[in-house]
């Protein structure tokens, strides 16, 4: 890899991070829906006690980490809506006409889409500490290579999406067909142990499922799947949506 | 060997043959103007032309570089400024400038000067920090033009340069077009649907329509090809007027309609001294001399048999317009 193409993935990045911090309406909107999950449902089911809810802690810890997936999920899948943007504003001409490889550019975007969905899980972490849930403190920094993982996974699946779309609309109802389902179905919400066996095959059969358990692994210390399990499916989700990403980017014409 | 060069390019889409076997051989250091109606096949060529497209058949070149086997050394010499607007709306002017120059691996100071260089050129250095989507139509296009311009390309495609803008606007960006040409001494390539737009840039210009080259020529050779100007003559007395032109040698017809006469001669300005000796000499008094100079209309009205679709054109815009707005909200 030459300089020219780190130089057109730095400036991908750029210009997403750049994009992102002029929008402050978009950040307030992508953050506030897991915000007052977090605040209303952690709040209001306080004082019940969910069973399979590891012993010592209370509702508000299990919920922070799965908003927090849930943001950085949902910020990341806006990454995809981005390259509609760019399609329908004829932006996306300008990229893909540039003498670099797509692989760049599609890196960039990744990494761009990332970063953001990295601050936005960050202020949902902070807003969950602010309500008094316990995070372990040594635990933020794997967690975050976490959010990471999650968010390559996210940007994959959205690019791999967007680029068959022409519609922002479409796009955006395919987010809430597809991502709240499987978001409800995780663990993001309840445990895997308070739930039915039908549900609870549903819910092992979810991939989202154990991304947001390895974060709550980490952040909090309990996970209902060993850890290993965690990385290894993140791992696996996160190459795989990012070859194909890349894959249906590449061979996308303007 | 030309700059821009093609043999037989042809694309198809779901059957329909959008272009069709074209050969192209534009020269270094000219303006090319592609001349036609909308969906004559414009665009689809200036796609191919620029590696955004593939062929169906036949090939393409641009500086030697082949567009199917070598994208990304054509990439590297040409500068495209598309038909749609093609800016980053939230970010500013220098912003979009220096995304593109990364983009085509120029350093920094490279970068600094060059922008700086190619805004004074469209006259927008002191707009260079306000947000793109303060801009208006014709600063937009401007940008474009000074954003296609950063990388030094040998070509510079621009489709449909002025498509939306109003008329002072238009004939700004077609100054600023010339300038470019000259200053940068860049081969520019241009589709226009306009005119006046192909007749007044171009040094020539290739007129398409349903896919196909019907001529390649200057403005003015094709112009030349209707059969040179009209004089028309209004006189008290038209009858011996007409008998006495016809036996002239330089005149190629007359024609009579009531109290005036349609003489078609070459270099018609050079004729009309001409045509009033024979009349004083016949005692016949003129009372007005009117020169029509063929207009690249007639031309294109005499190759396609139609005036170009002006009224779809709009329609077209209206849509992109309207499309535009959507996206605004």
Same mark, same amino acid.
């Given at each position: ?42 709040? !209001? ?6 069973? +399979? ?7 508000? *810890?299990?919920?922070?980490? !799965? ?18 943007? *760019? ?22 975007? $990744?990494? !761009? ?18 309500? +008094? ?5 040594? +635990? ?23 680029? $068959?779309?022409? *519609?922002? *609309? ?16 995780? $663990? ?12 609870? $095959?549903?819910?092992?059969?979810n991939p989202l499922t154990y991304l947001v358990d ?6 909090? !210390? ?22 194909? +990403? ?9 | 060997?030309?700059?821009? =060069? ?5 694309? &198809? ?10 050969d192209l051989d534009v020269e270094e250091g000219e ?31 641009? @500086? ?12 590297? /010499? ?34 600094? =000067? ?103 020529? =200057? ?13 028309? /003559?209004? @006189? ?17 017809? /007359? =024609? ?21 000796? &024979? ?9 007005? &001399? ?40």
């Amino acid at each position: 890899m030459n300089s020219a193409e780190i130089q057109a993935i730095y400036v991908m990045w750029l210009r997403h991070v750049k994009r992102f911090v002029r929008a402050r309406s978009r950040l307030i909107a992508n953050v506030i829906q897991p915000f007052f999950f977090l605040a209303f449902l952690g709040m !209001g089911l306080r004082p019940i006690n969910f069973p +399979g809810l590891p012993s010592g802690l209370v509702y508000l *810890d299990f919920l922070t980490p !799965g908003m927090i997936a849930m943001s950085v999920i949902f910020s990341s899948m806006f990454a995809g809506l981005s390259v509609i943007w *760019d399609r329908q504003f004829g932006f996306l001409k300008e990229t893909l006409i540039a003498p670099v490889s797509r692989i760049s550019i599609v890196i960039g975007k $990744t990494l !761009g889409g990332s970063t953001v969905a990295l601050i936005q899980g960050i202020v949902i972490l902070i807003a969950g500490m602010l309500l +008094g849930a316990r995070i372990s403190i040594p +635990g933020t920094i794997p967690a975050f290579i976490f959010m990471l993982l999650i968010a390559f996974f996210a940007v994959g699946l959205g690019l791999s999406i967007a680029v $068959t779309l022409k *519609d922002p *609309d479409v796009f955006s109802l395919i987010m809430n067909l597809l991502m709240m389902p499987l978001i409800f179905l995780s $663990t993001a919400f309840f445990p895997l142990e308070s739930v039915s066996d039908w549900l609870r $095959t549903i819910m092992y059969l979810n991939p989202l499922t154990y991304l947001v358990d390895g974060l709550r692994g980490f952040l909090i !210390g309990s996970s209902s799947i060993p850890l290993v399990v965690d990385l290894s499916v993140a791992l696996g989700l996160c190459a795989s949506t990012t070859v194909l +990403g890349a894959y249906m980017f590449s061979r996308s014409e303007a | 060997m030309g700059i821009v =060069e093609a043999r037989g390019l042809t694309r &198809v889409y779901d059957g329909l043959v959008a272009v069709d076997h074209i050969d192209l051989d534009v020269e270094e250091g000219e303006i090319f103007g592609f001349l036609g109606p909308n969906g004559a096949g414009k665009t689809t060529t200036i796609k191919m032309l620029t590696t955004l497209l593939r062929p169906t058949e036949g090939e393409a070149r641009i @500086c030697g570089y082949d567009v199917i086997r070598q994208p990304s050394q054509v990439r590297r /010499v040409i500068g495209v400024v598309f038909q749609d607007p093609a800016l980053d709306d939230r970010l500013t002017g220098w912003e979009n400038l220096d995304f593109h120059a990364r983009l085509y691996g120029l350093g920094k100071r490279e970068r600094e =000067e060059r922008i700086e260089e190619v805004l004074r050129l469209v006259d927008l250095s002191e707009w260079a920090d306000e947000l793109v989507e303060n801009y208006s139509g014709g600063m937009r296009r401007r940008l474009e033009i000074a954003r296609g311009l950063i990388h030094w390309p040998k070509v510079l495609f621009l489709d449909e340069p002025t498509l939306g803008l109003d008329v002072q606007t238009r004939r700004a960006i077609w100054e600023y077009i010339l300038a470019l040409n000259k200053r940068e001494g860049v081969t520019v390539f241009l589709t226009t649907h306009y005119m006046e737009e192909a007749d007044y840039l171009s040094h020539r210009v290739a007129i398409i329509d349903h896919g196909r080259i019907l001529a390649v020529d =200057e403005p003015r050779n094709l112009k030349d090809m209707i059969g040179g100007d009209v004089v028309i /003559v209004g @006189c008290s007395d038209p009858r011996p007027l007409a008998e006495e032109l016809r036996r002239q040698s330089w005149v190629k017809g /007359v =024609e009579a309609h009531g109290g005036e006469l349609s003489i078609y001669v070459d270099h018609g300005e050079k004729k009309i001294p001409e045509i009033i000796m &024979v009349a004083e000499r016949l005692g016949v008094s003129v009372d007005s &001399v009117l020169l029509r100079k063929p207009t690249l209309e007639d031309v294109y009205l005499r190759f396609t048999g139609r005036r170009i679709r002006e009224e779809a054109a709009d329609a077209v815009e209206k849509m992109r317009n309207r499309a535009m707005r959507r996206w605004r909200r």
